[in-house]
Protein backbone atom coordinates (compact mmCIF):
# COMPACT_ATOMS: atom_id res chain seq x y z
CA UNK A 1 0.00 0.00 0.00
CA UNK A 2 1.30 3.66 -0.56
CA UNK A 3 1.36 5.24 3.09
CA UNK A 4 0.76 9.12 2.79
CA UNK A 5 2.11 11.54 5.57
CA UNK A 6 1.52 14.82 6.41
CA UNK A 7 3.48 17.75 8.18
CA UNK A 8 2.64 19.40 10.70
CA UNK A 9 -0.02 17.51 12.13
CA UNK A 10 -1.24 20.71 13.57
CA UNK A 11 -0.76 24.29 13.58
CA UNK A 12 -1.94 27.82 15.00
CA UNK A 13 -2.08 30.58 12.39
CA UNK A 14 -3.71 33.95 12.26
CA UNK A 15 -5.99 35.69 9.93
CA UNK A 16 -3.89 36.57 6.57
CA UNK A 17 -0.66 34.34 7.46
CA UNK A 18 0.46 32.09 4.25
CA UNK A 19 -0.15 28.23 5.41
CA UNK A 20 1.71 25.53 3.54
CA UNK A 21 1.35 22.37 4.43
CA UNK A 22 3.01 19.36 3.16
CA UNK A 23 2.67 15.96 2.04
CA UNK A 24 4.72 12.76 1.36
CA UNK A 25 4.12 9.48 -0.89
CA UNK A 26 6.06 6.51 0.12
CA UNK A 27 6.29 5.90 -3.43
CA UNK A 28 5.99 7.96 -6.45
CA UNK A 29 2.08 8.53 -7.35
CA UNK A 30 2.82 11.20 -10.36
CA UNK A 31 0.51 14.03 -9.78
CA UNK A 32 -2.57 11.54 -8.75
CA UNK A 33 -2.62 13.54 -5.03
CA UNK A 34 -5.96 15.32 -4.09
CA UNK A 35 -6.66 17.59 -1.08
CA UNK A 36 -9.72 17.54 0.91
CA UNK A 37 -10.92 20.44 3.62
CA UNK A 38 -13.07 19.43 6.15
CA UNK A 39 -14.86 20.69 9.38
CA UNK A 40 -16.10 19.36 12.52
CA UNK A 41 -19.35 17.37 11.99
CA UNK A 42 -19.25 18.12 8.37
CA UNK A 43 -18.10 16.19 5.27
CA UNK A 44 -14.81 16.58 3.29
CA UNK A 45 -14.97 19.01 0.55
CA UNK A 46 -13.07 18.50 -2.25
CA UNK A 47 -10.05 21.56 -2.91
CA UNK A 48 -7.67 20.48 -5.02
CA UNK A 49 -7.27 17.63 -7.67
CA UNK A 50 -4.56 16.28 -10.00
CA UNK A 51 -2.19 17.82 -7.38
CA UNK A 52 -2.70 21.68 -8.52
CA UNK A 53 -6.12 21.77 -9.93
CA UNK A 54 -8.65 24.07 -8.44
CA UNK A 55 -11.50 23.03 -8.02
CA UNK A 56 -14.74 24.73 -9.30
CA UNK A 57 -15.77 27.21 -6.67
CA UNK A 58 -13.02 26.53 -4.09
CA UNK A 59 -11.30 30.52 -3.51
CA UNK A 60 -8.21 31.26 -5.99
CA UNK A 61 -5.93 31.58 -2.35
CA UNK A 62 -5.58 28.22 -2.30
CA UNK A 63 -3.03 26.16 -4.73
CA UNK A 64 -1.35 23.02 -4.66
CA UNK A 65 1.93 22.21 -6.30
CA UNK A 66 4.05 18.86 -6.33
CA UNK A 67 4.59 15.63 -8.43
CA UNK A 68 6.09 12.40 -7.57
CA UNK A 69 6.45 12.08 -3.74
CA UNK A 70 6.15 15.59 -2.44
CA UNK A 71 3.40 18.10 -2.56
CA UNK A 72 2.08 20.77 -0.83
CA UNK A 73 -0.68 22.96 -0.50
CA UNK A 74 -0.99 26.50 0.28
CA UNK A 75 -3.03 29.01 1.61
CA UNK A 76 -2.02 32.68 0.38
CA UNK A 77 -4.11 34.80 3.15
CA UNK A 78 -5.65 32.41 5.84
CA UNK A 79 -9.41 33.25 6.36
CA UNK A 80 -11.82 32.88 8.92
CA UNK A 81 -13.60 30.17 7.25
CA UNK A 82 -10.42 27.62 6.43
CA UNK A 83 -9.54 27.02 9.67
CA UNK A 84 -10.15 23.23 9.42
CA UNK A 85 -8.11 20.05 9.02
CA UNK A 86 -7.06 19.06 5.39
CA UNK A 87 -6.42 16.04 4.38
CA UNK A 88 -4.31 14.46 1.36
CA UNK A 89 -5.46 11.30 -0.48
CA UNK A 90 -3.50 9.73 -3.70
CA UNK A 91 -5.61 8.45 -6.17
CA UNK A 92 -2.35 6.31 -7.89
CA UNK A 93 -3.28 2.85 -6.53
CA UNK A 94 -6.70 1.56 -6.89
CA UNK A 95 -6.19 1.02 -2.66
CA UNK A 96 -6.76 4.90 -1.83
CA UNK A 97 -5.10 6.40 1.09
CA UNK A 98 -5.28 9.43 2.96
CA UNK A 99 -3.36 11.59 4.93
CA UNK A 100 -3.47 11.74 8.52
CA UNK A 101 -4.54 15.37 8.70
CA UNK A 102 -3.48 18.88 9.48
CA UNK A 103 -5.34 20.46 11.49
CA UNK A 104 -5.25 24.39 11.42
CA UNK A 105 -6.37 26.40 14.15
CA UNK A 106 -6.70 30.02 15.17
CA UNK A 107 -3.70 31.59 17.08
CA UNK B 1 -28.24 18.68 -7.85
CA UNK B 2 -25.52 16.17 -7.14
CA UNK B 3 -26.73 14.25 -4.13
CA UNK B 4 -25.78 11.36 -1.89
CA UNK B 5 -27.95 10.37 1.09
CA UNK B 6 -26.48 7.54 3.19
CA UNK B 7 -28.96 5.44 5.66
CA UNK B 8 -29.06 2.09 7.57
CA UNK B 9 -26.36 3.24 10.14
CA UNK B 10 -27.15 2.46 13.73
CA UNK B 11 -25.96 0.16 17.25
CA UNK B 12 -25.16 -3.31 16.74
CA UNK B 13 -23.37 -5.84 18.49
CA UNK B 14 -19.64 -7.03 18.20
CA UNK B 15 -19.92 -9.75 15.56
CA UNK B 16 -23.13 -8.53 14.47
CA UNK B 17 -24.26 -7.50 11.12
CA UNK B 18 -25.11 -3.96 9.27
CA UNK B 19 -25.87 -3.11 6.03
CA UNK B 20 -25.60 0.71 4.45
CA UNK B 21 -26.74 2.10 1.61
CA UNK B 22 -26.32 5.54 -0.34
CA UNK B 23 -29.05 7.07 -2.55
CA UNK B 24 -27.90 8.98 -5.18
CA UNK B 25 -29.41 11.88 -7.29
CA UNK B 26 -28.67 14.60 -10.02
CA UNK B 27 -25.87 12.32 -12.13
CA UNK B 28 -26.08 9.51 -14.46
CA UNK B 29 -25.32 7.13 -11.27
CA UNK B 30 -23.86 4.11 -13.84
CA UNK B 31 -21.49 6.52 -15.35
CA UNK B 32 -19.19 7.28 -12.29
CA UNK B 33 -17.24 4.88 -9.91
CA UNK B 34 -17.99 4.88 -5.99
CA UNK B 35 -16.31 4.94 -2.56
CA UNK B 36 -17.15 4.58 1.11
CA UNK B 37 -15.01 6.04 3.34
CA UNK B 38 -14.90 5.87 7.08
CA UNK B 39 -14.06 8.53 10.03
CA UNK B 40 -13.56 7.00 13.52
CA UNK B 41 -14.34 9.58 16.46
CA UNK B 42 -11.67 11.98 16.61
CA UNK B 43 -9.84 10.26 13.73
CA UNK B 44 -8.60 10.67 10.19
CA UNK B 45 -10.12 9.78 7.63
CA UNK B 46 -9.92 6.21 6.40
CA UNK B 47 -10.85 4.77 3.22
CA UNK B 48 -12.90 1.40 2.96
CA UNK B 49 -13.99 0.00 -0.43
CA UNK B 50 -14.65 1.42 -3.82
CA UNK B 51 -16.51 0.01 -6.41
CA UNK B 52 -16.49 0.70 -10.47
CA UNK B 53 -19.37 1.94 -12.48
CA UNK B 54 -20.26 -1.25 -13.79
CA UNK B 55 -19.95 -2.60 -10.09
CA UNK B 56 -17.75 -5.08 -12.32
CA UNK B 57 -14.52 -4.11 -10.20
CA UNK B 58 -14.77 -3.99 -5.73
CA UNK B 59 -11.35 -2.80 -4.12
CA UNK B 60 -11.23 -3.06 0.07
CA UNK B 61 -8.94 -1.66 2.49
CA UNK B 62 -7.25 -4.44 4.37
CA UNK B 63 -8.75 -3.40 7.73
CA UNK B 64 -11.85 -4.86 6.31
CA UNK B 65 -11.31 -7.42 3.34
CA UNK B 66 -13.42 -10.61 3.96
CA UNK B 67 -15.90 -8.83 6.02
CA UNK B 68 -17.37 -6.22 3.75
CA UNK B 69 -18.91 -6.04 0.42
CA UNK B 70 -19.41 -3.17 -1.67
CA UNK B 71 -22.14 -3.32 -4.38
CA UNK B 72 -24.37 -1.16 -6.56
CA UNK B 73 -27.84 -1.09 -8.05
CA UNK B 74 -27.35 0.91 -10.99
CA UNK B 75 -31.41 0.76 -11.94
CA UNK B 76 -31.90 2.42 -8.48
CA UNK B 77 -29.11 4.54 -8.30
CA UNK B 78 -27.90 2.69 -4.90
CA UNK B 79 -24.60 1.75 -3.53
CA UNK B 80 -24.57 -0.81 -0.40
CA UNK B 81 -21.91 -1.89 1.94
CA UNK B 82 -22.69 -5.09 3.46
CA UNK B 83 -20.66 -4.95 6.97
CA UNK B 84 -20.52 -8.39 8.72
CA UNK B 85 -18.26 -9.79 11.71
CA UNK B 86 -18.38 -5.87 12.79
CA UNK B 87 -15.91 -5.07 15.81
CA UNK B 88 -16.00 -2.09 18.01
CA UNK B 89 -13.03 -0.75 15.57
CA UNK B 90 -15.62 0.09 12.97
CA UNK B 91 -17.33 2.22 14.93
CA UNK B 92 -17.24 4.93 13.05
CA UNK B 93 -18.81 7.65 10.53
CA UNK B 94 -19.21 6.33 7.23
CA UNK B 95 -19.37 8.72 3.87
CA UNK B 96 -20.14 7.46 0.75
CA UNK B 97 -18.76 9.45 -1.81
CA UNK B 98 -18.62 9.53 -6.03
CA UNK B 99 -15.95 9.56 -7.97
CA UNK B 100 -15.44 11.79 -11.37
CA UNK B 101 -14.48 8.66 -13.57
CA UNK B 102 -16.09 5.27 -14.21
CA UNK B 103 -13.06 3.82 -13.13
CA UNK B 104 -11.90 4.02 -9.57
CA UNK B 105 -8.16 4.87 -9.99
CA UNK B 106 -6.62 7.93 -11.27
CA UNK B 107 -9.63 9.68 -10.18
CA UNK B 108 -10.70 11.68 -7.32
CA UNK B 109 -13.90 12.28 -4.93
CA UNK B 110 -15.93 15.44 -5.66
CA UNK B 111 -19.26 14.79 -4.16
CA UNK B 112 -19.78 13.37 -0.51
CA UNK B 113 -22.86 12.44 1.75
CA UNK B 114 -23.58 13.94 4.97
CA UNK B 115 -22.94 10.48 6.53
CA UNK B 116 -24.56 7.67 8.69
CA UNK B 117 -23.04 6.46 11.98
CA UNK B 118 -22.07 2.77 12.79
CA UNK B 119 -21.49 2.05 16.36
CA UNK B 120 -20.41 -1.63 17.14
CA UNK B 121 -20.74 -2.15 21.12
CA UNK B 122 -22.74 -4.42 23.34
Known amino acids: DIQMTQSPSSLSASVGDRVTITCRAS??????LNWYQQKPGKAPKLLIYAASSLQSGVPSRFSGSGSGTDFTLTISSLQPEDFATYYCQQSYSTLITFGPGTKVDIK | EVQLLESGGGLVQPGGSLRLSCAASGFTFSSYAMSWVRQAPGKGLEWVSAISGSGGSTYYADSVKGRFTISRDNSKNTLYLQMNSLRAEDTAVYYC???????????????WGKGTTVTVSS
Open chain 2, 97 to 111: AKHTMVQVVKGYMDV
Open chain 1, 27 to 32: QSISSY
